[in-house]
């Protein structure tokens, strides 16, 4: 670490403390998310935490970071925006399952495809929190919940497969009980240029009762520790398709290509160097003429 | 002596009617005529009925006018609809290999005016649009139009794709003229020597981006939708001078949300849709409401409910914008009149919206988005500053302070210092959530109460800025004409005819929607003979508006809904209605 980067965890925290419940998964990402910032030696103010509505959607409130909560399912688009007015700043996207897969279904499947250099962490826990543990795009079948008193009729999606084939360059899944490799996780999207996706397996200790961190524990094995090739689309995309309920569980990097152009590299103003949100107001005269010409 | 003349165009989809009506506008402007030009189309392709209406004066243009001067039919099967809506006294062009007016039944006394167009054309090339250039020829000879200025626009518009096209065009043009000639075609106005022309030609559309471009807009977001597409075709033909971003989006919700996000980190930022994307940009604009983050957001308002008639005209989403998104919060409302006003609402709209941390929404409708007009020369370059934008706060910084006019001072992302959580939830001056274990605490209810008022007066202080609204023409008339939008100038040009007529009027326009002058509009209602409110729509939103802010219920109205513009004739029968005058 460089010797004029002396921030520290705390300098990451904001006054107001975290009001999730004692245990949940998203304490783990809080810190994995602070720890992995001042690995790579990004300062607080570089940084906007975009979020959505939901339990974890509150994580902006408690990060001294510029932290932006938006509506649900609106964080991708928000913190797109950002991205493209002040490409200098690390955008971290911050939201749920139900958020992101759910009801800000399509500007994920566009985020994927597009590949502006935003982060989207998804912190999943199988199960809507806030509003009392209805079904979300996660529940297994035949979860009972509020909603789904008989057990969930629907399939689940499969976000690690969604993301794949819908383009993105940076597939990865993190699991909350593991908070040294969900560091390292959430650190290489962070590093990666282009867009970059993490599920997060995150227990929700007061409405999930199926997918607990004991459940978690007995299956996840680290991609890391096997032969798996991240460049290798087809490998991630089988890596994907393990049987949820029955299969062990793979996290970290499923999928990382570094060679495909971004968003902000292919955009004709940005790939000059233009930072929008700071640019002059002023037009020039020959400016003005180019673009009335037509008019005369 | 005034020159006025109206002539009209009527194809199908894929005859290069747009191409063919914006050129001959701006063949017309470079006569030094005053120009208004709009095409009445449909949303389809290929085929169907389209009329392109131009009206080109030496004086003042305020309305397309009704009854065409001269009717060029570019089809047998338009000229067979357009049979109903040919005036008696018309010139009718048409290609008499393929129509036969007296077939279709067309009036005895119209003047047929029959030119083998595609004969013609043949001869010069395959390219079947160049039979619209050889129409051209032979209108300048009604017209009495400089040659040279006519090739000068040719030339200006095909320039680029080669000298071949340029003397393929001019060839046509030639024949046009000769054939007129050699038949003896009537001159309305004999050939003379024009002034240079000095103005504009352009469309509301159009007009409203270089407003916005000269305040300093350097974001733009959006998702196709009409009327309000042209506004990202022509920034995004222009992004690799002004150095912005503009980007199409997955839907409207998206394109709000990048811009959003982008005017939060300090780029002046727009979007635009009609309402139906309006629909679903509310949440998110009732968001940059509360996150105070300025925003400009555009309504070409079209004909609806839901799809409506995608390609009409409707003034019907006044309420939904005022009611726009759950909850209370400051809201500007603006509806410019005209091509010129459009231009000068875009720079109002983003400065407006910066200096106060406000939404600004400015609804157009479809008559004014696609209206091409002359205008006098636009000055863009203004002297745009930042507003409360703070560079170096010090460590104790707080975003939402609570000050007199409502406005607190912002830092952008990257600034060091300035770090702040904001959020979709009502807060404290510091940013932090009433809604979760703060809400409903003896000490946070005053807080809401302070936060709320902090952003509601905001909408005082704007009003201030505000042009007041004044009457418009004579005092004391019997009647006064209450507009909004696009309407003005077509009640305007009704005022002109009915004081022909010995009948005075005078108008009330209304520009500002919210915050409304409330005071001053009550005054001059009060003082009012007859009121008659001339609006774009069923209910009569305008009428229920006024009455709401006001009290005062006016009492005549005229509405039109089908989709087309009102015209001057529909008002003054209107008016003679209320004051009783055969």
Known sequence: MSDDFNFVIKDYESNFKPTWCPGCGNFSQWRAIRQALIELEIPPEEVVAVSGIGCSSHMPNFLKVYGLQTLHGRGIPVATGIRLANPELTVLVYAGDGDIYGIGGNHFLHACRRNVDIISIVSNNFVYGLTTGQASPTTPVGTTTRTTPRGSIENPINPIAVALSAGATFVARGFSGDLKHLTYVIKEAIDHRGFAFVDIYSPCITFNRNQTFNYFREKVYKVEETEHDKEDFYAALDLSNQRFMKDNLPIGIFYQIEHKTTYEERDFTLNQGIIPAHASLDITKEQIEAITKEFY | ?582
Request: a negative charge; glycine letters at 8%.
């Open chain 2, 1 to 582: 002596m005034t020159k006025d003349v109206i002539i009209r165009f009527v194809g199908s989809a894929g005859d290069g009617l747009v191409s063919l009506g914006d050129l001959f506008s701006k063949i017309l402007k470079k006569h030094n005529f005053n120009v208004l030009g709009f095409r009445s189309y449909q949303s389809v392709i290929r085929g169907g009925y389209n009329e392109y209406q131009i009206r080109a004066s030496t004086d003042e243009v305020l309305s397309v006018g009704e009854d065409a001067d001269i009717i060029v039919l570019l089809n047998k099967h338009v000229a067979g609809i357009h049979r109903t809506r040919v005036n008696s006294n018309a010139m009718v062009i048409y290609d008499n290999d393929y129509i036969d007016l007296d077939e279709l039944e067309y009036p005895e006394n119209i003047k047929k005016l029959p030119i083998p167009l595609a004969a013609i054309t043949k001869d010069i090339s395959k390219l079947k649009v160049l039979k619209n250039i050889v129409g051209f020829g032979a209108i300048s000879i009604i017209l009495g139009l400089d040659e040279t200025l006519v090739k000068e626009v040719i030339f200006e518009q095909f320039g680029q794709k080669g000298e071949e096209i340029i003397f393929t065009n001019y060839e046509a043009l030639e024949k046009g003229d000769k054939f007129a000639t050699e038949n003896n075609w009537p001159v309305k106005w004999e050939k003379h020597k024009y002034e240079k022309a000095q103005q504009m030609i352009i469309t509301g559309n159009e007009a409203l981006a270089l407003g916005m471009i000269s305040a300093g807009l350097k974001f733009y977001s959006g998702y196709p939708m009409t009327p309000a597409t042209s506004i990202v075709h022509y920034l995004t033909k222009h992004l690799p001078t002004l150095g912005m971003i503009v980007k199409q989006t997955e839907d409207e919700i998206a394109a709000v949300g990048m811009a959003i996000g982008a005017a939060y980190c300090g780029a002046r930022a727009a979007t635009g849709t009609s309402g139906g994307g309006f629909s679903l940009m509310t949440e998110l604009i009732g968001m940059a409401g509360i996150e105070e983050i300025p925003l400009v957001v555009i309504n070409s308002q079209r004909a609806g409910p839901s799809t409506g008639m995608a390609t009409k005209t409707e003034q019907a989403d006044l309420f939904q914008a005022y009611g726009v998104s759950q909850g209370e919060f400051p809201k500007v409302i603006m509806a410019p009149s005209s091509v010129l006003e459009a231009f000068q609402v875009g720079i109002d709209a983003v400065e407006i919206s910066e200096k106060y941390q406000v939404v600004v929404i400015i609804l157009l409708d479809l008559y004014l988005s696609e209206q091409i007009a002359t205008i006098r020369k636009l000055d863009l370059v203004r002297e745009n500053k930042r507003y409360e934008i703070l560079e170096n706060p010090d460590e104790n910084y707080i975003r939402y302070k609570i000050t007199e006019k409502g406005v607190s001072s912002r830092t952008l992302p990257g600034t060091k210092n300035g770090m702040f959580f904001t959020g979709s939830s009502e807060r404290n001056e510091q940013g932090t959530s009433l809604a979760s274990t703060l809400a409903g605490l003896p000490e946070t209810l005053p807080i809401r109460e302070e936060m709320v008022k902090k952003r509601m007066r905001k909408l005082d202080y704007i009003l201030e800025e505000l042009e007041k609204p004044k009457v418009f023409g004579e005092e004391n008339t019997p009647i006064t004409l209450v507009s909004w939008g696009s309407t003005k100038y077509i009640v305007r040009e009704a005022i002109k005819l009915l004081k022909i007529e010995g009948i005075s009027a005078n108008q009330l326009h209304v520009k500002h929607i919210n915050p409304f002058h409330t005071k001053e509009i009550s005054e001059i209602l009060e003082q009012a003979k007859e009121v008659l409110c001339i609006e774009q729509n069923y209910t009569g939103q305008m009428k229920d508006f006024i009455r709401m802010k006001t009290g005062f219920n006016i009492e005549h109205n005229l509405r039109r809904w089908d989709g087309e513009p009102i015209v001057p004739s529909q008002i003054i029968s209107k008016v003679k209605e209320v004051l009783k005058i055969e």
